[in-house]
């Protein structure tokens, strides 16, 4: 165990194996309780039709990720504000449309490029130093973002229409909600890839959820579901040789099914 942290690239997997899984676990409680849950699928197509972009055109795939990503939940939220179309619907056309980008600038490509498989199906082992600076940058916004509006957060999760009436600006703060889980997503691309992003933010959220009725037990609850699956991931991945991604995304699965078997909201426990 010792000899694989002397490795460097072990030491950014685990690095950024913990910062994914923080962020992920906090967003993912929003998520739950907003029934948010569909629109990050939508979301995580386009951050990978970005990517694609990015190596067609020889940009930064991360940079044109999180701009894919910032116009799908704009655009979706935007029409199911005003009352255009369904949420549900609108996602539904953004998956379809940023994944047949996706393919469609594969298509391009002159040659094969395992990279781009790697965000697609989730590669930690491979994060350089490029890719920790921009998880190190977008968690700080994502975290920093979560404590500076936790309770206005809390507000509108619960009941929207009173924080209105509060004089809370709940239109801005959902728009803004969703610019975190865009960012979120962009963050994990490299760790669990685009196919499998959007279970490390549900799943730890929706085990912890089974585990308490308490919002604040269940942020800690989360956080350490969380973080522990990212991590266990990343050893699983390397001892077995096994990609990360699926391993991460199995190891939260397990958590999760213990969660809902030994739930106190179950009646098998008494409650937390």
């Known amino acids: 165990m ?3 942290l002397s490795y460097e690239f072990m030491q950014r997997a685990l690095i950024a194996s913990v910062i994914i ?3 992920c676990s906090i967003i993912g409680v929003f998520v739950i309780l907003r029934n948010l849950t569909f629109i990050g699928a939508g979301t995580s197509h386009a951050a990978f039709a970005g990517v694609t972009l990015g190596y067609l055109i020889n940009q930064n795939p991360l940079s044109l990720a999180v ?3 910032l116009i ?3 655009v979706v939220g935007f029409l ?3 009352g255009h179309l369904k949420l549900d619907a609108s996602v539904g056309i953004f998956y379809s449309l940023t994944m047949a980008l996706a393919v469609l600038f594969i298509g391009l490509m002159k040659v094969y490029n395992a990279e781009v498989y790697g965000y697609l199906f989730g590669s930690i082992l491979s994060v350089t130093q490029s890719d920790m600076l921009i998880i190190l940058v977008l968690g700080f ?3 920093s973002l979560v404590y500076l509006f936790f309770k206005e957060f809390h507000f509108i999760t619960f009941d929207e229409e009173m924080a209105k009436a509060s004089g809370i600006a709940a239109d801005w703060l959902s ?3 969703l610019t975190m889980i865009a960012l979120t997503i962009v963050i994990s691309l490299k760790s669990v890839g685009a196919i499998l992003v959007f279970a490390l933010i549900v799943t730890p959220a929706a085990a912890a959820y089974q585990l308490t009725y308490s919002m604040i037990r269940m942020f800690s609850y989360s956080i350490v579901i969380g973080i522990g699956s990212s991590v266990g991931g990343v050893f699983l991945s390397y001892w077995l040789d096994l990609p990360s991604g699926a391993t991460t995304v199995l190891f939260v699965s397990a958590i999760f099914f213990l969660s809902v078997i030994f739930s106190p909201k179950r009646g098998r426990l008494t409650s937390i």
């Open 72 to 74: 799908t939940v704009w």
């Open 80 to 82: 199911s504000r005003r």
């Open 21 to 23: 899984g923080l962020v």
């Open 175 to 177: 728009f803004l909600m």
């Open 2 to 4: 010792f000899e694989m």
């Open 141 to 143: 916004i994502v975290l």
């Open 67 to 69: 701009l894919f990503s």
